[in-house]
């Protein structure tokens, strides 16, 4: 590997050692640095880590409700209550849904998020979650945005914790990291966000974390952010993970602007180009290195090639397959279904061994990609 900067082999040697980096060294990341080198500094640091193997799990998305009341500017996805296209889906839809694809595709793992709907206390949750552990064991709940948890919290009463309790006693596993966007709050003012909700994410995610609730993080660039937001977004995040190692994962995605408040209004004239997004995954890559070390890729907005590529820059995990998502495809993307053969493929054709995880990043199946050609037969939607 041979990497022609001086500040960016002092910031790997630093990042080798273990040691935090600075805002400035993430700021030079960002404005200064090549980015093949970040990519080759970023996947060695992958290879050394996981070798040859990148991981994906057997995944649903299961969007319960588009009924919200905060209305981020971000967002194409909400409807106002009362909008002849708003929808909530009762226990037994949810049921029959999630059968359907636990049946024919082995999911084990339902991401279920939805919007902040006011119709809604902790008895649907804690029932919808009670039903599905009790019919779907070997199903991990990867649930709710932080969004979702303050207003349940809100609308219950009582601490933190003891929703949180009641939550996971009814059968959610893990938290997805969805709400941080950019923690800082003037950016998130100006995306819509209510005020102090990047502190109220990083507490709900800290009060998960010492309660032994395994969590992910995020962060949502490519809109009306600084570097310097995203620099101190990520050390906020590694702040925290040095505290409990709570977060399991890391993933960096790029803002759709497609029918949103944010592009109705000028404000974001398009999105972020295929340099961003490989820069961010490389730049997260180094940053969080041993200390939070599955940095995911964000293929479902930027497709299997920019999967395929964002492995090779650093990242180490697919993510998960798609069946029927709704968020995206509001902002008229285009995403289709990603069946796990396609990720085998996709991970296969860059030599590298596809590893099938469940929500809690154990191993379920390693795939020997060479013996099998994983397309045939395969019907693409
Ligand atoms: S991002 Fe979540 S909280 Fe914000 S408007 Fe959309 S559904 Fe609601």
Same mark, same amino acid.
């Given at each position: 590997?041979?990497?022609?900067?001086?500040?960016?082999?002092?910031? !790997?040697?630093?990042?080798?050692? %273990?040691?935090?980096?600075?805002?400035?060294?993430?700021?030079?990341?960002?404005?200064?640095?090549?980015?093949?080198?970040? %990519?080759?500094?970023?996947?060695?640091?992958?290879?050394?880590?996981?070798?040859?193997?990148?991981?994906?799990?057997? =995944?649903?998305?299961?969007?319960?409700?588009?009924?919200?009341?905060?209305?981020? #500017?971000?967002?194409?996805?909400?409807?106002?209550?009362?909008?002849?296209?708003? #929808?909530?889906?009762?226990?037994?839809?949810?049921?029959?849904?999630?059968?359907?694809?636990?049946?024919?595709?082995?999911?084990?793992?339902?991401?279920?998020?939805?919007?902040?709907?006011?119709?809604?206390?902790?008895?649907?949750?804690?029932? &919808?979650?009670?039903?599905?552990?009790?019919?779907?064991?070997?199903?991990?709940?990867?649930?709710?945005?932080?969004?979702?948890?303050? #207003?349940? /919290?809100?609308?219950?009463?009582?601490?933190?914790?003891?929703?949180?309790?009641?939550?996971?006693?009814?059968?959610?596993?893990?938290?997805?990291?969805?709400?941080?966007?950019?923690?800082?709050?003037?950016?998130? +003012? +100006?995306?819509?966000?209510?005020?102090?909700?990047?502190?109220?994410?990083?507490?709900?995610?800290?009060?998960?974390?010492?309660?032994?609730?395994?969590?992910?993080?995020?962060?949502?660039?490519?809109?009306?952010?600084?570097?310097? =937001?995203?620099?101190?977004?990520?050390?906020?995040?590694?702040?925290?993970?040095?505290? #409990?190692? %709570?977060?399991?994962?890391?993933?960096? /995605? =790029?803002?759709?602007?497609?029918?949103?408040?944010?592009?109705?209004?000028?404000?974001?004239?398009?999105?972020?180009?295929?340099?961003?997004?490989?820069?961010? @995954?490389?730049?997260?890559?180094?940053?969080?290195?041993?200390?939070?070390?599955?940095?995911?890729?964000?293929?479902?907005?930027?497709?299997?090639?920019?999967?395929?590529?964002?492995?090779?820059?650093?990242?180490?995990? /697919?993510?998960?397959?798609?069946?029927?998502?709704? &968020?995206?495809?509001?902002?008229?993307?285009?995403?289709?279904?990603?069946?796990?053969?396609? @990720?085998?493929?996709?991970?296969?054709?860059?030599?590298?061994?596809?590893?099938?995880?469940? =929500?809690? !990043?154990?191993?379920?199946?390693?795939?020997?990609?060479?013996?099998?050609?994983?397309?045939?037969?395969?019907?693409?939607?």
């Amino acid at each position: 590997m041979i990497v022609n900067d001086n500040v960016l082999a002092r910031v !790997y040697k630093k990042a080798s050692k %273990g040691e935090i980096l600075s805002v400035d060294d993430i700021l030079y990341m960002y404005e200064q640095a090549d980015l093949m080198d970040l %990519g080759k500094i970023a996947g060695k640091i992958s290879r050394d880590l996981w070798g040859n193997r990148v991981s994906f799990v057997s =995944n649903m998305i299961l969007n319960y409700t588009n009924v919200c009341s905060i209305q981020c #500017y971000f967002c194409a996805f909400y409807r106002r209550p009362g909008e002849d296209d708003a #929808y909530l889906m009762s226990a037994d839809d949810i049921l029959r849904e999630v059968e359907l694809y636990h049946k024919n595709y082995g999911i084990r793992q339902l991401l279920i998020q939805g919007g902040v709907n006011p119709e809604l206390d902790i008895d649907y949750f804690t029932d &919808v979650f009670s039903r599905i552990r009790r019919h779907f064991p070997d199903l991990g709940i990867h649930g709710l945005s932080t969004s979702e948890i303050f #207003y349940i /919290w809100k609308k219950t009463g009582g601490t933190l914790e003891d929703v949180l309790s009641r939550l996971r006693e009814s059968g959610l596993d893990t938290i997805p990291g969805a709400g941080a966007e950019i923690l800082d709050e003037e950016v998130r +003012k +100006k995306i819509g966000r209510p005020p102090g909700s990047g502190e109220q994410w990083l507490m709900i995610m800290e009060t998960a974390h010492r309660m032994g609730i395994r969590t992910s993080a995020t962060m949502m660039y490519g809109h009306l952010e600084s570097n310097e =937001n995203k620099a101190m977004h990520l050390i906020k995040i590694l702040d925290l993970q040095m505290k #409990y190692g %709570g977060f399991l994962s890391f993933t960096p /995605w =790029n803002f759709e602007p497609g029918n949103t408040r944010l592009e109705r209004e000028g404000l974001v004239e398009g999105r972020a180009s295929s340099q961003d997004v490989l820069r961010n @995954i490389a730049i997260s890559r180094i940053v969080f290195n041993r200390h939070l070390p599955v940095i995911q890729t964000s293929w479902l907005t930027n497709g299997v090639e920019m999967g395929q590529l964002a492995i090779l820059f650093g990242a180490s995990d /697919w993510g998960g397959t798609i069946y029927n998502e709704k &968020v995206i495809p509001a902002t008229g993307k285009k995403v289709g279904d990603l069946r796990k053969e396609i @990720i085998i493929k996709a991970i296969g054709q860059l030599g590298m061994v596809p590893v099938e995880r469940d =929500n809690l !990043y154990r191993t379920v199946k390693i795939y020997n990609t060479e013996q099998r050609n994983y397309l045939d037969g395969i019907a693409f939607s």
